[in-house]
C-alpha cells in the first residue's frame, strides 16, 4: 500500500493483506476511527481479508477470514438458508391455521348452544 496521508481500512479476497487488489472501504486523519472500523470488520466473510494501513503505507493489522469450502459454494449456502426461512414460515402457517380451526369450531360449538337455548324459550 503506498503512502496517502490517511489511514485506511481494505478489503479483499485472498489469504494475505495483499495490498495490490485491496479496496479501500474507510480512510481516515486519525488511526483510532480506523480502528474501530476494522475492528468493526473483524471476522470477514469467508475468504476475505480485512487490514489497516498506516498513511505511510505500512501495515498495522489484518484478519483473514474462514476459507471457502469448495464443496458450498456461496449460492448453495444462500439456497440453503432461503428453505430453512420457507420451512420456518410454513411451520407458522400451519400453526396459524390450526388456530384458526379451533376458532372456528368453538364458533360452531357456541352458536349450536344460542341456537338451542333460543328454540328451547317459549
Do not use: C
Request: charged content about 30%.
Amino acid at each position: 500500500m503506498g503512502p496517502s496521508g490517511e489511514y485506511r481500512v481494505t478489503r479483499h479476497k485472498g489469504h494475505g493483506p495483499n495490498s495490490k487488489y485491496a479496496k479501500v472501504f474507510y480512510s481516515h486523519l486519525d488511526e483510532a476511527p480506523a480502528m474501530r472500523t476494522y475492528r468493526k470488520s473483524v471476522p470477514p466473510r469467508p475468504g476475505y481479508v480485512v487490514a489497516v494501513w498506516r498513511p505511510d503505507g505500512s501495515l498495522i493489522a489484518f484478519t483473514a477470514g474462514e476459507p471457502e469450502t469448495p464443496t458450498t459454494s456461496r449460492t448453495e449456502a444462500d439456497l440453503e438458508r432461503q428453505l430453512a426461512d420457507a420451512q420456518a414460515r410454513i411451520r407458522e402457517m400451519i400453526h396459524e391455521i390450526d388456530r384458526r380451526d379451533d376458532l372456528i369450531a368453538d364458533l360452531q360449538r357456541r352458536i349450536q348452544e344460542l341456537e338451542q337455548t333460543s328454540k328451547s324459550r317459549p
